[in-house]
């Protein structure tokens, strides 16, 4: 089984990329989870792109995700929603519009901001986008607030508890992908 990560930050030491990566260190054998690091490559949605070819970078983004079982996001706060970069990244998976890659996919939002409440608003506003592009996303979640402090040197989460959460939004997002591909074969 196999995880993409998107976080939804372009930052070199993002705290989102950190959570992507500690994603990875928690996940159970046999989940693969993969980070898409091609956020900033991509070009403005523009719905004129529609009818040609689009992009390499739109087409590398949407067959990463295709080949995904499931997707994780780990999304800042930017201004109270998410960040630019990532809704144009939804807005292209969201598009042609009658086949999305986000389409019945699985998805699970988690976000870590510098402020105090872990980019709960951010993640609110990207379930509802994922949602209302048809992706299936699941109820865990995952905030961390103060994200300057809540890593250590080598990039793991500090807390104990917050490690057991991501290690449980991985879970249950595995379940889902699970739950999804037996409903298939039904
Ligand atoms: C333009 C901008 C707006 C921000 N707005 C918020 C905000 O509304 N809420 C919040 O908690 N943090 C906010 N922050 C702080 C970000 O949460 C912080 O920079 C975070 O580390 C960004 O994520 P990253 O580390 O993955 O790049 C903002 C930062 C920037 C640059």
Same mark, same amino acid.
């Given at each position: ?6 976080? $939804?930050?372009?930052r ?5 990329? =950190? @959570? ?7 996940a159970?054998?046999? @989940? ?5 690091? $091609? &956020?900033? *490559? &991509?070009?403005?949605? /523009?719905? !004129?792109?529609?009818s $040609?070819?689009?992009?390499?970078? %739109? +087409?590398? &983004?949407?067959? *990463?995700?295709?080949? *995904? ?8 706060e930017? /201004? ?5 970069? +990532? =809704? /144009?990244?939804? !807005? ?8 999305? %890659? &986000?389409?019945? =996919? ?15 608003? #951010? ?5 509802k986008s +994922?949602?209302?592009?048809? #992706?299936?996303?699941?109820d ?6 103060? *994200? ?10 500090? !807390?104990?508890?917050?490690?057991e959460? @991501? ?5 249950? +997002? =595995? ?7 037996a409903?298939?074969r039904?």
């Amino acid at each position: 089984m196999r995880i993409l990560s998107i976080p $939804g930050s372009i930052r070199r030491d993002s705290h989102n990329l =950190k @959570l992507a990566r500690e994603a990875q260190r928690l996940a159970p054998a046999g @989940l693969e989870v993969a980070i898409f690091g $091609g &956020l900033a *490559a &991509l070009p403005h949605y /523009n719905e !004129d792109e529609e009818s $040609g070819q689009p992009a390499s970078t %739109v +087409l590398e &983004l949407r067959t *990463a995700i295709a080949e *995904a079982d499931g997707l994780l996001f780990a999304t800042p706060e930017y /201004n109270g929603t998410i960040p630019g970069v +990532l =809704k /144009n990244a939804v !807005d292209w998976a969201s598009r042609p519009v009658d086949d999305p %890659v &986000l389409r019945n =996919k699985p998805a699970a939002v988690i976000g870590a901001s510098t402020g105090a409440f872990g980019a709960v608003w #951010a993640q609110a506003e990207l379930r509802k986008s +994922l949602g209302i592009a048809g #992706a299936r996303v699941i109820d865990a979640e995952l905030a961390v607030p103060f *994200a300057d402090a809540a890593f250590d040197d080598q990039g793991r989460l500090k !807390d104990p508890a917050q490690r057991e959460q @991501l290690r449980a939004v991985v879970d249950s +997002l =595995k379940s889902a992908v699970e739950e999804r591909a037996a409903l298939a074969r039904a």
